[in-house]
């Protein structure tokens, strides 16, 4: 079992819809928690980053951490057409091993 | 201005050569990472340093070494003993949050 659980898609959204993505990890002892963005043939850029249970808003993106449940989840409000890319989870524990999922495409029709 | 700079963008190798990656890094981080993206799949980690001279084997070592003789630097040694090199390798280096380079494409020719 991977350590980092995340769903491949493709999510296919018309625009201005809302995209929901989601993570669960199995480690308990992870405290930190990231989502990046990529595009095709590029570096992944940093979103979110997060380290409690609960929301974080910033812009159109709101990230969801709920440790009892190990469940995170990335929210994109008036999703646009430039938001089209594969978004990636992240997780560290206290330690400096960054642990990633295996990122969900998301497809951002006009 | 600071940033993580991998180079090169692109870079062939011939079967049975060693090829070296360069990672470098303005951002004063002590943390750095090298990880590996096949076509279609997330990240997997190949080596992690926490600090000067000192480095850690990730979940794919196998195949590559590194070296961390300046802060600054994290050089990727792809060598011979890797059974399928082709791939797209992104560096990463971190204080709190992890930041990333643009990648090098690797391609075994």
């Known amino acids: 079992q991977k350590e980092v659980e995340q769903d491949p898609g493709p999510l296919s959204v018309p625009e201005g819809a809302i995209v929901s993505l989601n993570c669960t990890y199995s480690?308990?002892?992870?405290?930190?928690f990231m989502w990046y963005r990529q595009y095709s043939r590029k570096g992944p850029e940093l979103l979110m980053y997060?380290?409690?249970?609960g929301n974080k808003e910033d812009g159109r993106f709101t990230a969801q951490v709920d440790k009892s449940s190990k469940y995170i989840s990335l929210f994109i409000r008036d999703s646009q057409p430039s938001d089209s890319a594969t978004y990636l989870c992240?997780?560290?524990?206290?330690?400096?091993?960054?642990?990633f999922g295996g990122g969900t495409r998301v497809l951002v029709k006009p | 201005d600071g940033g993580i700079t991998q180079s090169p963008k692109y870079l062939f190798r011939k079967e049975g050569q060693n090829v070296t990656l360069s990672c470098e890094q303005n951002?004063?981080?002590?943390?750095m990472y090298w990880y590996r993206q096949d076509p279609g799949q997330g990240l997997r980690l190949i080596y992690y340093?926490?600090?000067?001279?000192?480095?850690q084997k990730g979940d794919i070592a196998e195949g590559y070494s590194v070296s961390r003789e300046k802060k600054e630097s994290f050089p990727l040694t792809v060598t011979s003993a890797q059974k399928n090199p082709t791939a797209f390798y992104l560096c990463?280096?971190?204080?709190?949050?992890?930041?990333f380079g643009q990648g090098t494409r690797l391609t075994v020719v």
């Open positions: 992240a997780t560290r524990s206290a330690g400096n091993k960054l642990t």
């Open positions: 951002l004063n981080h002590d943390a």
């Open positions: 997060t380290y409690s249970s």
């Open positions: 480690n308990s002892a992870f405290q930190y």
């Open positions: 990463a280096s971190r204080n709190t949050e992890a930041f």
């Open positions: 340093s926490q600090i000067v001279n000192d480095f």
